[in-house]
């Protein structure tokens, strides 16, 4: 039984992996369940096991791709005393994981680029406006704690200030992934993150 376990999880992960594939490729519209099938090495049978319909799909395929960024998230909520360094982390990470993970850059384009945001994907979008505001909650309170540490001038409100955080990240990200013959992300990195820093401790 445990064996029937695992080879069922290892089937249902090969989907999500052949769909993360395809969807940033192809966009999510032009990709079909035959097509993830066939990338899958599979049939669709076993995806109708695991899955109800391509949406159920879909959102699996974000979740799985996401956890590097919730991982960032959780490990920013629970650092320590030293707010600016969490946030400084987190910005350096956000910008390493986009250059170097894979799934991490695919959920992005999936979302960014790839994706018509229609009626069959509510769920999906409700569940990522609501990841975006606890990234922005998060990035404020860190904020306000460097305040309160003297580590951060409190000219502007903390909720401001993680707000403009998430924009410069978000801002590189997207401009990156639709033309990345732009710039450079991995050399661009240091200029980007003290570029940031420099904002932040604006008087």
Not at 104 to 127: G, H, V
Request: negative net charge; hydrophobic residues 40%.
């Amino acid at each position: 039984m445990r064996r029937t376990k695992e080879d069922a999880e290892k089937t249902r992960l090969k989907i999500i992996e052949a769909a993360l594939t395809l969807f940033s490729r192809n966009g999510y519209s032009n990709t079909t369940l035959g097509m993830i099938g066939a990338e899958a090495g599979y049939s669709r049978g076993p995806i109708y096991w695991h899955f109800k319909n391509k949406d159920d799909l879909y959102q699996a395929v974000l979740a799985y791709s996401q956890e590097p960024l919730e991982g960032l998230v959780s490990s920013a909520a629970g650092s320590g005393t030293d707010a600016l360094a969490a946030i400084d982390n987190f910005a350096q990470q956000w910008l390493e994981l986009l250059a170097e993970d894979v799934w991490f850059r695919q959920s992005f384009e999936i979302l960014l680029n790839k994706t018509e945001l229609t009626d069959a994907i509510a769920p999906t979008i409700k569940r990522e406006r609501e990841l975006t505001r606890h990234i922005v909650d998060t990035l404020s309170q860190l904020v306000a704690k460097a305040q309160d540490n003297q580590q951060l001038p409190a000219t502007q409100p903390a909720s401001k200030l993680g707000l403009l955080i998430y924009t410069h990240l978000m801002g590189i990200t997207q401009s990156w992934l639709f033309a990345p013959d732009l710039f450079c992300l991995k050399a661009e990195r240091t200029f980007f993150l003290q570029r940031l820093q420099a904002l932040l401790a604006q008087e």
